[in-house]
């Protein structure tokens, strides 16, 4: 999905996401819930994040991506959904993602995900608890 949308913005020897990332990159989560990281700093972090999220994420599919240009060509935004279940609790996880990418030689440097938290609140420990969190009032879809 992200060669896609980033194409040749991207090194071509760049087959999997770690490898678009540059050593020194940087991962930001706006949204991300207590107990989840919101900044994550150089590859080998990400890389350890990664291989954490498939425990408590199974991936089914990602959508596909809608790009914007912006005005600063290292800049791309990229909306997207991603489908799949909390490991530990079976609920559904259908989540809307907005993308901020800067590249910089071929390699990610900075992205900036956003997503809606209670989603992955739902995923990772039940509906109950978000409904409680929001009052019974928490969109399921």
Avoid: C
Avoid at 53 to 77: C, N, S
Avoid at 93 to 102: A, E, F, G
């Amino acid at each position: 999905m992200l060669r896609k949308a980033l194409g040749n913005r991207l090194a071509p020897d760049a087959a999997t996401f770690l490898d678009m990332v540059a050593d020194n990159g940087v991962m930001e989560f706006p949204y991300s819930p207590p107990g989840l990281p919101s900044r994550l700093d150089g590859k080998a972090a990400i890389a350890r994040h990664l291989e954490g999220l498939g425990d408590m994420i199974a991936f089914e599919r990602m959508g596909e991506p809608t790009i914007y240009a912006t005005t600063d060509p290292d800049v791309t935004i990229v909306e997207f959904e991603g489908f799949g279940r909390g490991v530990s609790t079976g609920e559904s996880y259908d989540q809307r993602y907005i993308s901020v990418v800067r590249t910089v030689a071929g390699r990610i440097v900075h992205y900036r995900d956003y997503w809606n938290p209670l989603v992955v609140l739902r995923a990772l420990r039940g509906s109950a608890v978000v409904d409680a969190l929001a009052g019974g009032a928490a969109d399921h879809g």
